[in-house]
């Protein structure tokens, strides 16, 4: 089963929105990170937080960690076309094993 | 590019039979991982291996079995394939292996017809 849940499923927002992306997940992580997918391809490694972080920085991206809400989200700022694809958020537990949810498409409208 | 090498990238066959997808890692990567993508599943972790072992098992069919090599590539065999099996396949690997950051290489789609 997934670990983490992304919301909303489905985004759609203009060029120079800013865009948030949501994640909730259910047990004790180590670490979250965020992944980006265009269509059909290999997801590309946005950003990782530790669970001892809160928020971190990375270009246009912010991410934050609420620990005790089992939560993150991932806020795109100034946002592009090319910033078009699936976002999908990942959580490593102390079992080796990444787990990822399925993913909140974000729409980009020139 | 990840530096994480899947061949082949497009792969159709009938119901019955069996194919092997391989990848190479990053080089310098010692952990391979494999995933399965599909519509309705979303992104499923098989299994990975670290330096040559399995380390974790996930949603791994019995019809599927994985190995790493000495060299560090690894594949993934799909055996008695069912229509159900037609998805995309991903690998990635790791520098180590403590969930931290994966590359992924580009995917096999897989169609079993």
């Known amino acids: 089963s997934q670990q983490g849940e992304e919301d909303p499923q489905a985004l759609s927002i203009q060029e120079g929105e800013n865009a948030t992306m949501n994640c909730s997940y259910k047990?004790?992580?180590?670490?979250l990170q965020w992944y980006r997918q265009n269509s059909g391809r290999g997801l590309v490694h946005l950003i990782l937080?530790?669970?001892?972080?809160r928020e971190k920085h990375s270009g246009r991206l912010r991410v934050t960690l609420d620990t005790s809400k089992k939560s993150s989200s991932l806020l795109i700022t100034a946002s592009r076309a090319a910033d078009t694809a699936s976002y999908f958020c990942?959580?490593?537990?102390?079992?080796?094993?990444?787990?990822f949810g399925k993913g909140t498409l974000l729409t980009v409208n020139p | 590019d990840s530096g994480v090498t899947q061949t082949p990238k497009h792969l159709i066959t009938a119901t019955g039979q069996r194919v092997t997808l391989r990848c190479s890692p990053r080089?310098?990567?010692?952990?391979v991982y494999w995933y399965q993508q599909s519509l309705d599943q979303g992104l499923q972790f098989l299994i990975q291996?670290?330096?040559?072992?399995?380390?974790a098992k996930g949603n791994i069919l019995e019809r599927f079995s994985a190995q790493q090599f000495p060299d560090l590539h690894s594949e993934l065999n799909l055996s008695s394939l069912e229509l159900g099996d037609s998805a995309l396949y991903f690998c990635?690997?790791?520098?180590?292996?403590?969930?931290?950051?994966?590359?992924f290489g580009s995917g096999t789609q897989l169609s079993v017809l």
């Open positions: 990635a690997s790791s520098e180590y292996t403590a969930g931290e950051k994966l590359f």
């Open positions: 047990t004790s992580i180590n670490n």
């Open positions: 937080i530790r669970s001892n972080e």
């Open positions: 990942a959580t490593a537990g102390s079992n080796y094993k990444l787990t």
């Open positions: 080089s310098g990567d010692l952990s």
């Open positions: 291996y670290y330096n040559g072992e399995e380390r």
